[in-house]
């Protein structure tokens, strides 16, 4: 791993077009492939969510992002590794967040995504799971009957409507006001006998 210099000194403008030109060919070679939309009867639309932005930094780090599911510090090291000093900071990628709404929606794309991801694997385990492992005697297969906690966790996260959870709703009527708020009796020297 290396190690980061101190952002304000000057790099060397051969080491940066290098890396520049890195972080350029790895967003070209790991490029998204379109998905087709239906936009009406008539006509299909191409969207590619990483058509729009151009910055080769950004590119690379949200091509990192999909590859680490949304963990930026994953990402950030996974790029650090490829190309060095010249890998984006965290404060740029916040900074970026702030002040790009292409980059925010790329990484917003990322989360969601991820959260489906997770979903998908909750409902895995809430159906019960067949799972191949290797043994002694070669490999096995074992089936994992459905996950009570996993059910549990689920009904009591969405099943609300349905009366499931844990969640307390507290109604109040009537008015809030601080009149009939009880004083702390005054510690006067004469009260104490």
């Known amino acids: 791993m290396t190690t980061r210099k101190n952002p304000t000194s000057k790099?060397?403008?051969?080491?940066?077009?290098?890396?520049?030109?890195?972080?350029?060919?790895q967003a070209k070679a790991a490029e998204v492939k379109p998905v087709e939309v239906q936009a009406n009867e008539d006509e299909t639309v191409?969207?590619?969510?990483?058509?729009?932005?151009?910055?080769?930094?950004?590119?690379?780090?949200?091509?990192?992002?999909r590859k680490n599911l949304g963990n930026v510090s994953a990402a950030l090291r996974a790029l650090e590794a490829q190309v060095g000093d010249e890998a984006p900071?965290?404060?740029?990628?916040?900074?970026?967040?702030?002040?790009?709404?292409?980059?925010?929606?790329?990484?917003?794309?990322?989360?969601?995504?991820?959260?489906?991801f997770a979903e998908s694997m909750l409902r895995q385990r809430m159906r019960g799971v067949t799972v191949q492992k290797e043994t002694k005697n070669g490999p096995a297969v074992f089936e994992l009957p459905p996950d009570?906690?996993?059910?549990?966790?689920?009904?009591?996260?969405?099943?609300?409507?349905?009366?499931?959870g844990n969640r307390v709703e507290v109604k109040h009527s009537g008015k809030i006001g601080t009149g009939n708020v009880l004083k702390p009796k005054s510690l006067d020297k004469s009260d104490a006998t």
């Open 11 to 25: 790099r060397s403008p051969r080491g940066g077009a290098k890396a520049h030109s890195k972080l350029k060919t």
């Open 46 to 65: 191409m969207k590619d969510p990483l058509s729009k932005i151009q910055h080769p930094k950004k590119r690379a780090l949200i091509l990192a992002l």
């Open 89 to 116: 900071h965290r404060s740029t990628h916040k900074w970026w967040m702030e002040t790009d709404p292409l980059y925010r929606s790329a990484v917003q794309d990322i989360e969601e995504l991820d959260l489906d």
């Open 148 to 164: 009570v906690t996993a059910i549990m966790f689920y009904l009591n996260n969405r099943g609300a409507k349905r009366g499931y």
